[in-house]
């Protein structure tokens, strides 16, 4: 299975990669946030800019970091770090976008990039009944900033939290002690502030006995998987849609859901072009009884991302200009009843557009389908 290891890259290797490229423009045509208004990210652009050494010209934080652009590039150019890079830079010269420097004292402050109370981070845990959560596992559940606080997501977490407990995994979790993986102190381009906050929660997984992590959402497995080694983090990270692939690979899964009807699934930036995670969610749902499942026409490697990465889940984004409306009219056309990912943003955004179309569509996290009983 491929992994995007994540580069550290300095001037020096920012002119190595844009040497590879041969200006095909498939990056910037495959920019999904060049689908309202022309362009307004030119990768291209960019790396013929390096390439001649001259000013990039362009805001780094409009970028999705999708890997959008990454996936079509036939030369292999590793365009995210340069965008990476970019932001550093522009961090470090006070360029940022106010709503992200915000994102940062959020996290210094209160552990979660929305800057909710640290104290009640681990509230979702009073609905929670089950003997096979334990204050130290080998099997850890890190159950992430959103999931942690959105009463809507916390339905995910419970899901997850009977499917594993069904299996009999006994697994640990953090409660109030969690903080944020770090994902978005990384895409604010902050470099000291992220090392120390993988530190702590490299201390703290290890203190609780974890071996095996399991995330909820797709950006803090890629960064306990790809990031966290390079800070001394050597855990197994794994999505849950891998995990619950693996107990039924094993036969310590059953999936009694049922669901008479269409289901599309939506592949998640940071799962599927990152990580290569495509086939075991779609694996888990030929589980479930009476399911029929179909495929959009942007699917697996060109996946369409919904508008959340890169830290574009804190800025504000016009109603009209949201690559998740497009995902939902594509989810309609495609006859499904109800859009089924394993993203808690993608969620959030979907359920956002469902708000702004007349359309009759469902959306649902992976977890919630295999949990339940019938529908």
């Known amino acids: 299975m491929m992994s995007r290891e994540i580069l550290v890259m300095d001037g020096e290797k920012k002119l190595e990669t844009a040497a590879l490229c041969y200006q095909c423009g498939a990056c910037t045509a495959s920019c999904p946030l060049n689908l309202f208004n022309g362009v307004r990210i030119n990768p291209r652009r960019i790396i013929w800019n390096i390439q001649q050494g001259l000013p990039t010209d362009v805001d780094p934080f409009l970028c999705m970091m999708c890997m959008a652009c990454e996936a079509s590039c036939p030369r292999g150019v590793r365009i995210l770090d340069v965008i990476r890079l970019l932001r550093i830079e522009a961090y470090q010269a006070n360029k940022a976008p106010q709503r992200l420097v915000q994102v940062l004292w959020n996290v210094y402050e209160e552990g979660n990039p929305w800057g909710y109370p640290a104290k009640e981070r681990g509230k979702w845990l009073e609905t929670i009944r089950s003997d096979n959560i334990k204050d130290k596992a080998k099997t850890l559940l890190y159950v992430g900033c959103v999931s942690s606080y959105d009463i809507r997501l ?57 071996e095996t992590i399991i995330t909820i959402s797709p950006h803090c497995y890629q960064m306990i998987k790809n990031i966290y080694p390079g800070y001394g983090g050597d855990f197994q990270a794994m999505h849950y849609t891998e995990y619950l692939a693996k107990l039924l690979d094993e036969n310590k899964l059953q999936i009694d859901a049922r669901y008479e009807g269409v289901i599309t699934y939506h592949d998640p930036c940071y799962l599927g072009r990152y990580s290569g995670v495509f086939e075991e969610p779609r694996k888990l749902l030929e589980q479930v009884k009476d399911l029929e499942l179909v495929e959009m026409p942007m699917s697996r490697w060109l996946t369409l991302c919904c508008g959340g990465g890169g830290g574009k889940i804190f800025m504000e984004t016009k109603p009209e200009e949201r690559p998740a409306n497009v995902r939902i009219k594509q989810a309609a056309e495609a006859n499904a009843g109800t859009l089924v990912t394993s993203c808690p943003y993608c969620i959030i955004n979907f359920e956002d557009s469902l708000k702004l179309q007349r359309v009759g569509l469902k959306v649902m996290d992976l977890a919630e389908v295999l949990a339940s009983e019938k529908m």
């Open 154 to 210: 916390q339905r995910v977490v419970k899901s997850l939290v009977n499917l594993l407990s069904g299996s009999n995994i006994e697994f640990t979790v953090l409660g109030d002690r969690e903080k944020c993986c770090g994902d978005s102190v990384m895409n604010v381009g902050e470099t000291g502030f992220l090392e120390e906050l993988i530190q702590d929660n490299i201390k703290l997984f290890r203190e609780k006995g974890a």
